[in-house]
């Protein structure tokens, strides 16, 4: 289909509003498809944990970021598109005016590097002997999804949608089920946001231990002794008060075992997330308190109790000043 060049006749002008239209459109655009990619490569790492990699985020941040980038930009693609399409199809010059092809025309110039970058990439990582069905799929996914946007861009370009509307729209549905079918998903992946908040308050729990754990060997390295209670840690001079459990505001249970011996104990909601393996492989994810990156603080569901034994020799007592 042929279009009356710029400044014919049966050509238009750029107005503001075609100009924010196709700016919001190229945004959403790259943006949806920067969201879904990073979403299906938290997929592969979770299906494909590699021992060489860090660990991942038990709380799914990237896979939320994702999912949400997912569901805010791809309707409006669509629907930013589609607002386009009808301009068109109501005023044909709208097809040749110069911000429509800047922008049909850098989005397959991307796409089409995109690609090549992405075989150089995998050249690359092949003659290095480092190809894992992570990485392949990985690879996989970037080459699908940017062949897939030159091509309908391409065919836009060549006005191939303008002429076949009803098939521009059939295809604005299959990205709609595929974006959804991605996003729900990510529901099974990292649970819901109730189970996330579950987690949290887990977290929450464990960072509580660790610090009465830190003032229970303090007070033994100034006193000598282990503390009978919770109690004896208190102290207002310093302003450190013995926390409660977030969630229910129940005491968390202490027992002294032994004279350098002791006993933390919590409820939990679920057991310590296993995400080795599921990180980035450049640099190491950061630390999440409570997940057993640093200490010894698995747990399971429900109850679980953690014991310490003091080694003197690693952690002496402080010596008291002569007077």
């Not at 050509?11 to 239209?21: A, G, M």
């Not at 002791?262 to 450049?282: E, H, I, K, M, V």
């Amino acid at each position: 289909m042929e279009h009356a060049p710029a400044g014919a006749p049966g050509s238009s002008k750029t107005s503001p509003r075609d100009f924010f239209l196709w700016a919001g459109a190229v945004i959403a655009l790259y943006g949806s498809v920067i969201s879904f990619i990073a979403l299906l490569f938290e997929y592969v790492n979770h299906a494909f944990p590699d021992p060489l990699a860090y660990w991942g985020d038990p709380y799914g941040g990237a896979v939320r970021a994702a999912m949400a980038g997912v569901i805010v930009l791809v309707p409006t693609t669509l629907v930013l598109l589609r607002i386009i399409r009808k301009t068109i199809e109501k005023e044909p010059g709208k097809a040749d005016i110069w911000v429509r092809r800047w922008a049909l025309v850098l989005t397959v110039f991307i796409a089409v590097a995109t690609i090549l970058i992405d075989l150089i990439t995998l050249i690359t990582t092949f003659l290095g002997g480092d190809l894992t069905a992570r990485f392949g799929l990985k690879v996989a996914v970037v080459l699908l999804v940017a062949a897939g946007v030159f091509m309908h861009f391409l065919a836009d370009l060549k006005g191939y949608w303008i002429a076949n509307g009803k098939k521009a729209s059939l295809v604005g549905a299959g990205v709609g089920v595929l974006a959804l079918a991605a996003v729900v998903s990510g529901f099974f992946i990292i649970g819901s946001p109730s189970d996330i908040r579950a987690l949290r308050y887990d977290e929450r729990k464990v960072g509580d231990l660790q610090g009465i754990q830190y003032q229970v060997v303090n007070y033994y390295q100034q006193k000598g002794e282990v503390p009978e209670s919770l109690d004896f840690l208190n102290d207002p001079i310093s302003s450190y008060m013995v926390p409660t459990d977030p969630e229910t505001g129940a005491a968390y249970t202490y027992e002294k075992t032994g004279t350098l011996s002791f006993q933390l104990c919590a409820d939990f909601n679920r057991p310590t997330p296993d995400t080795r393996g599921q990180g980035s492989y450049p640099m190491r994810d950061m630390a999440h308190p409570g997940m057993g990156m640093d200490e010894n603080w698995q747990h399971g569901e429900g109850q679980a109790c953690f014991a310490r034994t003091i080694d003197p020799e690693r952690y002496p007592l402080f010596e008291k000043p002569v007077r």
